[in-house]
């Protein structure tokens, strides 16, 4: 079946599957589900009034389509007037299944990239207050930058080193890997009981405190010690 066969087995021409570059390589990560870990970090969980130490790990998603690939900018969105940058380690993974066990998860893993997981924070403080889903806060357009991914055959398997970000110039996060809460072997693991995990899925790890707002023509640097820098600017 040619190209033009199969389009025509839709009422309309589909989206293009959302990517993320492979380092050093001309392929592409095609992006199937993002899974996003909250409060993974201590300080960040207690910043936002909560204690961590009496939370099992939660999660929330956001659309394929919230990457933003490297070098693009990131529009500030609709309807707020608090948008938060939170700087996070990213996994990529190869494969999946259901009920992973912990010792097998790592074996998922395709590559490690750097995110920012941006935030309607008004919007997020509003649902809480309601006890309604994040989405809006959340899931928005462009609401997911994200460098390239790097293989686990180049940078391994991170597990410390410094994470953080800076807004023009400025130190506004700064923790340490080691310091996440759940850790990445972990998050699978307990993600496969809840959700089928497949190849394509991407997991942001969470982020340390300092997250804060930015505005129109403010430029971030991301920073994961062993994985890459991210610098995307706010148009």
């Not at 391994?156 to 110039?169: C, L, S, W």
Request: aromatic content about 8%; overall charge negative.
């Amino acid at each position: 079946m040619n190209e033009m066969s199969k389009m025509a087995d839709y009422v309309f021409v589909p989206e293009p599957t959302p990517t993320i570059p492979v380092a050093g390589t001309d392929k592409l990560f095609p992006v199937r589900r993002i899974y996003c870990v909250g409060r993974n970090f201590a300080d960040h969980a207690i910043e936002m009034g909560h204690d961590p130490d009496k939370e099992p790990p939660f999660f929330f998603q956001k659309n394929p389509d919230s990457i933003v690939p490297p070098g693009q900018d990131f529009p500030y969105p609709t309807e707020t007037s608090d948008v938060h940058h939170e700087i996070e380690l990213v996994v990529a993974l190869k494969s999946g299944g259901t009920d992973i066990p912990l010792d097998k998860a790592l074996d998922c893993v395709f590559g490690y990239g750097v995110g920012l997981d941006m935030t309607r924070r008004d919007l997020q403080g509003q649902a809480k207050k309601m006890g309604r889903p994040w989405e809006t806060g959340k899931s928005f357009e462009a609401s997911a930058p994200c460098s390239v991914i790097h293989p686990v055959s180049e940078v391994g398997h991170p597990t410390q080193g410094a994470i953080r970000v800076e807004v023009n110039g400025e130190p506004r996060q700064q923790g340490d890997l080691n310091q996440m809460i759940w850790k990445v072997p972990e998050m699978i693991a307990y993600l496969s009981r809840l959700f089928e995990l497949r190849p394509g899925d991407v997991i942001f790890a969470g982020t340390p405190a300092g997250v804060g707002a930015v505005v129109r023509g403010d430029v971030m640097t991301g920073h994961v010690e062993g994985v890459d820098e991210i610098t995307v600017k706010v148009v």
